[in-house]
């Protein structure tokens, strides 16, 4: 099976289901019984391979996980409860007190508040640079520094960075490259193919179908060489590939309890089958609001990275083709006149998320980022003036006459 949407629908069972069910059933059940105690001692033990706590494994949950392993070729995948669960279960599983990661600040909101507001009280150090601008990075690196950490299309920026750039730069200095892929979907771009070790994604978006449930994704490219990470050393000699898998299945993931829950994998497995159509119509959808927001005269800019107006369109398009993603951000003349755009709305949503069926729209800088002072915003590539569009897959004739009546009004 090679196609995306073959393999997302005829994933096999890991053990086939006593009733020839088609597809797997949800295991909405806590704990599992075993037959012995030597049974039981030996799962705990890891001996053997068995569900018997849904905190740490369960059925439901490990298909989601083989699902998206077989699609992506990656060496293990981990569900959890959100995409920021993933974020925070990832750099816990890999850095340590005294340790720094190198990131943007041209990132979404709530990672910079983990980043700065959660994990830096603990001792991790972050450091800023420009990822457009390769030649910013490399002086923040040093001995203690564990990971590089970006979005493959920032949120809201739109940022895209030279991926094979950042990789090479990784591997001279044997460090991670952690890739946070939710604006670029598992359909048309696999992260392993640009040198990326450990990918992140929020599966509440594309993987869900449409928003109906929360959940996040670790995905293990199988590239790295564990023995590099201090706080892996003793798995490194255990597990080998496996040793940041069995870092987060034995400690991280197992004592911090942000498990996904098997009603909302079982959603999401069915999300996964129908990915590729949405991706396509949700890409196709953005491209052409981007085009028609670039007309209006009201307009006073539109970011779109599969425009050839982007200083990013390059990059974008060498990376993920003709699908740039589904996401828009434009600007108007105030902070004023954008609130008056989303009031004057009729169909698009005034809600946060974004690959919703739904297009919905945000003014980021009073919402996502309301915590940030203006400096830092700004900082942040975040001004009181922009509109942040999460295109859906409506009739995109209608998407545009709701824009046009909402800018006049």
Not at 26 to 54: C, K, M, N, Q, W
Not at 180 to 205: C, H, M, Q, W
Not at 229 to 235: D, G, N
Not at 287 to 301: D, I, N
Request: proline share 4%; with cysteine; aromatic share 8%.
């Amino acid at each position: 099976m090679s196609g995306f949407t073959t393999r997302a629908v005829h994933a096999p069972f890991l053990k086939k289901d006593s009733h020839g069910a088609l597809r797997m059933p949800v295991y909405d059940s806590v704990s599992f019984e075993l037959e012995t105690a030597e049974e039981i001692e030996e799962a705990f033990a890891g001996r053997r391979p068995r569900h018997t706590y849904t905190r740490i494994t369960n059925p439901t949950v490990e298909h989601l996980e083989q699902k998206i392993k077989q699609i992506t070729g990656a060496g293990g995948v981990v569900a959890v409860s959100s995409g920021m669960a993933a974020i925070a279960n990832t750099i816990l599983g890999i850095a340590r007190q005294g340790e720094n990661l190198v990131t943007t600040r041209s990132i979404f909101g709530n990672t910079y508040s983990l980043f700065e507001r959660t994990l830096k009280p603990w001792g991790l150090e972050t450091r800023y640079a420009d990822f457009t601008r390769p030649e910013t990075i490399e002086p923040l690196i040093d001995l203690n520094t564990r990971a590089l950490f970006f979005e493959t299309i920032t949120n809201p920026q739109l940022e895209v960075a030279d991926i094979g750039g950042l990789a090479a730069l990784a591997r001279r200095h044997k460090i991670l490259l952690i890739a946070d892929t939710t604006a670029t979907p598992l359909y048309f771009f696999n992260s392993r193919d640009y040198g990326v070790d450990i990918e992140v994604l929020s599966s509440t978006k594309y993987v869900s179908g449409g928003a109906t449930t929360v959940g996040g994704i670790i995905i293990d490219n199988g590239t790295y060489n564990w023995a590099q990470v201090p706080r892996l050393e003793q798995e490194a000699k255990q597990f080998g590939p496996f040793a940041f898998l069995m870092k987060l299945k034995r400690e991280v993931y197992r004592n911090l309890g942000a498990c996904l829950s098997p009603h909302n994998a079982y959603l999401q497995c069915l999300g996964l089958e129908t990915l590729a159509l949405r991706a396509d119509r949700s890409c196709q959808n953005a491209r052409a609001l981007a085009e028609f927001l670039g007309r209006h005269r009201k307009v006073k800019k539109v970011n779109y990275p599969g425009l050839e107006s982007s200083p990013h369109y390059d990059i974008a398009t060498r990376l993920f083709g003709t699908r740039c993603g589904a996401l828009v951000t434009f600007e108007l003349s105030s902070r004023q006149e954008c609130f008056a755009f989303l009031n004057g709305l009729k169909l698009l949503r005034r809600a946060t998320n974004i690959h919703d069926n739904k297009t919905l729209a945000l003014h980021p800088a009073s919402t996502i980022f309301c915590e940030y002072p203006a400096d830092l915003k700004r900082q942040m590539g975040v001004p009181e003036t922009l509109i942040r569009l999460a295109v859906g897959i409506e009739d995109v004739e209608d998407l545009s006459a709701d824009l046009a009546q909402a800018l006049e009004d």
